[in-house]
């Protein structure tokens, strides 16, 4: 494919990709809670439920959960105006507003849900100017953007496409320094209407030696009012510390 062709496929799947619903078989992650201690799992069981944005200057419904014994090992959780993530596992949680993404006053936090939504493929990317830069190489194709950092240019992002089924295979951001932050891989796609999803999905970020590895199960189109599931929860079940990243930016 062509640099436009490339970016038309990619986005033509996502918009594709109807309201939907799937169970999580297998996972297993590595993180620390915020007092530095490391958790390792090896579990079953969990779900995600996906609406996609009716507009390309919102942000999608989205719901995702994998469970532990007797706690939910963490939630992610997003509307059009706020998002919020939280582990029971580790006794914390955090929630934001999207309105205040990117200022000074916010904070950030690991598991953000547009992030996993963006590096599991399911958000379009940009195809209007500066055009990322195009490598094809025998086996796959890489889509680069970059930076222009104290007059040298960096790539930021990038998504490697495999060139047998034109569809993302690691996604990566990276540093202006080149070290990199977030990392995706995908494989064993799965057809939902005429969309392609990832079941096989690799979630990193090596900055912060932090892992999630799903197998995603039973792809199906959910119709039915998950209103509840995408509204965000003011008070959590065990959970004392359950933090607004960009309160500061409230009182701007």
Not at 48 to 57: G, H, M, Q
Request: glycine content about 6%.
């Amino acid at each position: 494919l062509t640099r436009r062709q490339a970016l038309t496929y990619y986005n033509s799947n996502v918009y594709a990709i109807p309201q939907l619903k799937a169970s999580v078989g297998q996972w297993r992650a590595k993180f620390f809670d915020q007092k530095g201690k490391q958790h390792k799992l090896n579990e079953r069981g969990g779900g995600l439920f996906f609406r996609p944005a009716n507009s390309p200057k919102l942000q999608a419904d989205f719901y995702f959960w994998v469970d532990a014994p007797l706690k939910k090992a963490l939630v992610a959780g997003s509307n059009a105006e706020e998002f919020w993530s939280y582990s029971q596992w580790a006794g914390s949680g955090y929630w934001g507003k999207y309105k205040h993404q990117n200022k000074p006053c916010a904070g950030h936090i690991l598991i953000d849900p547009q992030s996993i939504l963006e590096f599991i493929g399911l958000t379009p990317i940009p195809q209007d100017p500066p055009y990322p830069l195009y490598k094809i190489y025998p086996t796959t194709s890489i889509i680069e953007y970059i930076i222009n950092e104290n007059d040298t240019t960096v790539v930021n992002h990038e998504i490697i496409i495999d060139r047998y089924n034109n569809l993302p295979k690691e996604i990566n951001t990276y540093t202006s320094d080149g070290q990199c932050i977030m990392h995706s891989e995908l494989k064993d796609y799965k057809p939902l209407g005429q969309a392609m999803l990832p079941a096989d999905i690799l979630l990193s970020w090596p900055g912060e030696d932090s892992f999630i590895q799903l197998n995603l199960t039973r792809f199906r189109i959910d119709t039915k009012n998950r209103d509840r599931l995408f509204t965000r929860p003011q008070r959590i079940t065990d959970i004392d510390d359950y933090q607004q990243i960009d309160k500061d930016c409230e009182n701007e």
